[in-house]
């Protein structure tokens, strides 16, 4: 896959407290990804940051947006929403595009506004 222009999703999950069902819906999830021409970059299967933090993190990638939109929508992926709510609590999904830059620091355009003044 292209560095470049790869897509990741990462994926963070609270599983119900089935661990049991939760691990076979991310086992069928991750195993969802090659029809999806989508790579399993990383797993941690425990995240241990503090109460209130994920049971699973996954970073997936992907070629471009139709393999994503792909794995979004895929139709066994559907059919597994009656296990996703006996496992899962708590979703969420946060994507990230990684393209080529030329080397060296980009530093950000500064706007400096008026200070405000009484009347």
Do not use: C, Q
């Not at 399993?40 to 049971?55: I, K, N, Q, S």
């Not at 709510?85 to 400096?112: N, Q, T, W, Y």
């Amino acid at each position: 896959m292209d560095d470049g222009t790869r897509i990741e999703l990462t994926l963070r999950l609270w599983g119900t407290g089935a661990p049991e069902v939760f691990d076979e819906y991310v086992d069928k999830l991750v195993a969802l990804l090659p029809r999806n021409h989508g790579v399993l970059e990383r797993r941690a299967a425990e995240v241990d940051a503090g109460p209130g933090a994920p049971d699973a993190l996954l970073v997936m990638s992907f070629p471009d947006a139709a393999s994503v939109d792909g794995f979004m929508r895929d139709p066994l992926r559907r059919d597994m929403e009656d296990l996703a709510a006996a496992a899962i609590s708590r979703s969420l999904i946060l994507d990230s595009r990684h393209r080529d830059e030329p080397a060296g620091d980009h530093d950000a355009d500064i706007v400096a506004f008026p200070p405000d003044h009484d009347a």
